[in-house]
Structure formats: structure tokens, C-alpha cells
């Protein structure tokens, strides 16, 4: 215990260190009065006193004394909010004391020192957050998108992927965010795509028609997986959205379908037909193929290309497409065969690009499916021949 006369005789020394332990003393005992409310109301005078002290030794012990309390005057607190840099930026970050009306004038103030502060106040409201997020600095914009304990609106995220989209770390921050809109996600890998392409060590290493087919595969695969989890948690504006762009097009209908995207498959469906989901997947389920084609008619399909999903999601029914790269394999192999066979080689320009597609698909899935069957079957017998024996052949090699 420290007696009143000791109190005084610290806060009158001459000796910074000893009016920093008084100015603490008095805080600390403050904070914990349970006395008379006089003595009280002198704690509180001892606290304003120390606020004038020229040391900022002093009032940066006050600060803290006070610092991570509820309880802590309020005029006390903000008075040290507006003191030496190394008190107000510990006043910022940690006085609960502080409002969300005190943090906006802060904000509007502008003081660069201050701002990231407050990005790391541990309950930082959503209201200042937002307010952090509009001053269009990148730095700060990374700092909030890292709190994932905050929520930003949707329209928010949309508006922050279309300001920084070409910005590479805060789209790299949003990206990482699981609660960013498909929407928005889909902006920022448009936005990635465009890097990809444009960047000399990408181009100088991979030729311009196979670059472009890698990333257009890689859109689609994302597109669909995206809308895939859009649907799951029934939010439909991803897939409206899509719908009133005119980007869903029939290659994205079979990449949605081929690598098992059905609830994708399905909402772009009802949402091209306007009808009811629950509709459609009773259609996909059991329907038969007039049945099919007819949905697909609503939806603006060509003839050929409704035959074609038709036939598709005949098959896709009798396999698991979602999981199972060799049943995708296979399906592909049979669609390509049927539409030779059906056309005798000569595909009807309504079928092109959904024809490149499936070809495309087919050598893709083929290598994927083709990996490690080779060391599986070698596993299995070690010592079957795989050629005759070749070592007294002479191979001859012509000049180069």
C-alpha cells in the first residue's frame, strides 16, 4: 500500500520517473475506488493535473495506467488522443473508451500517423471500417480487407474490386477474403487473367494460342466453381448477372456440366428459361430428351446445341462427373464419337465452338486421367517384359 503523503511527495519530485509511477498510482487507484466520492472526485482531480505535466514520460503513465479500461474519464482519454505521437497512437488502438464518433473525426482529420492505428483497434466497428476503406488508400485498404472479423457489405466489395482491381496486393487481400462475393470475385480474376497475358515471362514462355487456351479454360473452371458455391448458398444475383452480359454461353453450359457444376448448370437454366428451379431439376433428373430440349429451346440454345446439352446430361446422369476425371474422360470421348458418327465428320458451324471445346477437354482429361496408371500397372507386376529384348539390336541414328 502507498499512503496519500508518499503520493504527493512522487507527484511534486523533480524526478520525471518518480511523477510517471505517481501519475500510474493515481490511475491505477481510480480505477479501482471503492471509497467515499469525494475521495473520488480528488483521484479525478489528481489524473487532470497530471495532463499539464511537461514530462511526456508522465502522461504517457497516465495513458497507460488508463489505457485498456472501460471506466477510464473520458475527457482524460481523449485529451491523450491528441498528445505525443507514442501516447495517442496507444490511446487510438486500445481505449474502449473511445467512440466511433471520435475515431470518424480522426478519419476526417487525415493524419497519416493515425489512420493505420485504427485499423488495428481491436473492435473496430463496421461503420469506421468503411469510412477507412473510401479514403482510396491502398495500405489501408489491405489492413481492413485483413480483418476478417469485420463484414463488408457486397456492394462494397463490388465497388472495391472494380477501384483495385489492377492493384496486385489488395486483390490478392480480397481474394483471400471467403466471404467475397462471386461477383466480385469473378471481377478480380478477369483482372488476374489480364496480368497473366500481359506479362513478357508469361508470353516468352507459352505460344499465344495455347497461353489463351489455358486461361480461357482456367475463366471457365472459375466461373463455373464459383457460381457452383453462388448457388449452393442461393444467392442468384451471380448467375443474373452473367445472364444479363450475355456471358453464359454454351462452352460455359458444358464445362458447368462435364466437371459436375450441376446446381450452376441448373440456376443458369432456370435463370436463361424463367422457370422455376425447382423445375428444372426435376427436368435434369428424369426428364426425357424432348423434354430436355425444350428447356434448352427457352433458354436461346441453337438445334444443334440443345441436342448436344440433351445428350450430355443423359449421360452425366449415369456418372459421377463431380469427382471422377476418368468418367469424364469418358463421357467426352463419347459425346466427341456421337457427333462425328451423327454428322459424318462435317460439324455444323453452330457446333464449333462447343466442338473445340469438347476436343480441348478430351486431351486435357485424358492427361490427367493417364497419371500414374503407368507406375500403378508396373506395381502390380514388377517383372512382366515390357518389349523383347533389344540389347543385342544396333540402333542407328541418322545425322542431324
Known amino acids: 500500500m502507498v499512503a496519500y503523503q508518499r503520493y504527493v511527495e512522487l507527484s511534486r519530485s523533480g524526478d520525471s520517473e518518480e511523477r510517471g509511477q505517481a501519475a500510474h498510482l493515481a490511475a491505477r487507484a481510480y480505477l479501482a475506488h471503492t471509497g467515499p466520492d469525494d475521495e473520488h472526485a480528488a483521484l479525478y482531480a489528481a489524473l487532470m493535473n497530471f495532463l499539464d505535466d511537461a514530462s511526456v514520460k508522465v502522461r504517457a503513465a497516465l495513458a497507460y495506467g488508463l489505457l485498456h479500461s472501460e471506466h477510464a474519464p473520458r475527457p482524460i482519454m481523449l485529451s491523450l488522443a491528441q498528445d505525443a505521437p507514442v501516447i495517442s497512437r496507444a490511446v487510438v488502438q486500445f481505449s474502449p473508451v473511445l467512440l466511433d464518433a471520435d475515431l470518424m473525426g480522426i478519419i476526417r482529420s487525415g493524419d497519416p500517423d493515425m489512420l493505420p492505428v485504427i485499423t488495428a483497434r481491436p473492435g473496430l466497428s463496421q461503420r469506421v471500417a468503411l469510412a477507412l476503406l473510401r479514403l482510396g488508400n491502398p495500405d489501408l485498404a489491405i489492413r481492413v480487407i485483413q480483418r476478417e472479423d469485420i463484414a463488408i457489405p457486397e456492394d462494397d466489395f463490388l ?208 492427361r490427367l486421367a493417364a497419371r500414374g496408371v503407368m507406375p500403378a500397372f508396373a506395381e502390380e507386376a514388377p517383372e512382366m517384359a515390357m518389349v523383347p529384348d533389344m540389347s543385342k539390336e544396333k540402333l542407328a541414328l541418322p545425322a542431324a
Open 159 to 366: 465497388i472495391l474490386a472494380e477501384r483495385w482491381g489492377e492493384d496486385a496486393p489488395v486483390r490478392g487481400a480480397m481474394l483471400k477474403r471467403r466471404d467475397l462475393p462471386g461477383l466480385a470475385r469473378l471481377h478480380l480474376l478477369d483482372c488476374v487473367r489480364e496480368a497473366l497475358a500481359g506479362l513478357r515471362i508469361v508470353k516468352g514462355a507459352i505460344q499465344p494460342r495455347r497461353l489463351d487456351r489455358i486461361l480461357r479454360d482456367a475463366c471457365d473452371g472459375a466461373t463455373t466453381a464459383i457460381g457452383e458455391r453462388e448457388a449452393g448458398l442461393k444467392q442468384h444475383r451471380f448467375i443474373a448477372t452473367l445472364a444479363e452480359s450475355d456471358k453464359i454461353s454454351a462452352r460455359l453450359m458444358l464445362h458447368a456440366l462435364v466437371h459436375g457444376r450441376v446446381l450452376f448448370f441448373a440456376d443458369a437454366l432456370a435463370q436463361l428459361a424463367e422457370t422455376p428451379r425447382r423445375k428444372v431439376f426435376t427436368l435434369l433428373d428424369g426428364g426425357s430428351r424432348a423434354a430436355l430440349q425444350a428447356l434448352f429451346a427457352r433458354c436461346g440454345f441453337s438445334p444443334a446445341v440443345r441436342s448436344l446439352l440433351a445428350r450430355l446430361v443423359q449421360h452425366a446422369r449415369r456418372a459421377d462427373l463431380a469427382d471422377d476425371i476418368s468418367a469424364r474422360h469418358y463421357v467426352v470421348s463419347i459425346l466427341i464419337e456421337e457427333l462425328i458418327v451423327e454428322h459424318g465428320g462435317d460439324m455444323p458451324a453452330s457446333l464449333d465452338e462447343a466442338f473445340a471445346y469438347l476436343n480441348e477437354q478430351n486431351i486435357a482429361l485424358a
